[in-house]
């Protein structure tokens, strides 16, 4: 199991709100705000497994959050478009990955691409 996951960004207070909002959406929130870091962390379940911290170098990466439900995965898509997020994947089904893979993908204001996925195990054949 990975403990926490961590991104460079170019602008932590940018970020900072744009995965405030995106994230919620999967359930996770913003616990850890250390400015004189330039670094933040989101808590799920209890734990705060996702940073982001401010960097003059960022190359980007991509990062998925699982969904509890379609509906999630809908609403990340939305929101991370209207907190300033670029659509790099609208929601549905990619079956090409998995017959009940349902995600969507934002690219962030610096290139990392989140995404947010439920896995819906009804569509596999019984």
Do not use: C
Not at 12 to 35: I, N, S, W
Not at 89 to 113: E, H, I, M, S
């Amino acid at each position: 199991m990975i403990a926490h996951a961590n991104i460079a960004v170019r602008n932590y207070d940018t970020a900072k709100e744009f995965y405030r909002k995106a994230l919620k959406t999967v359930g996770y929130e913003f616990t850890q705000d250390h400015p004189e870091w330039k670094a933040g962390g989101y808590m799920e379940d209890g734990q705060t497994s996702f940073w982001i911290g401010e960097k003059e170098t960022v190359v980007p990466g991509h990062v998925a959050f699982e969904a509890k439900d379609k509906a999630s995965v809908d609403n990340f898509f939305k929101e991370a478009l209207a907190a300033g997020g670029k659509d790099n994947g609208a929601p549905g089904y990619r079956t090409d990955y998995w017959v009940g893979y349902y995600a969507a993908f934002v690219l962030d204001q610096d290139g990392n691409n989140i995404e947010a996925v439920w896995f819906d195990y009804s569509k596999e054949k019984k």
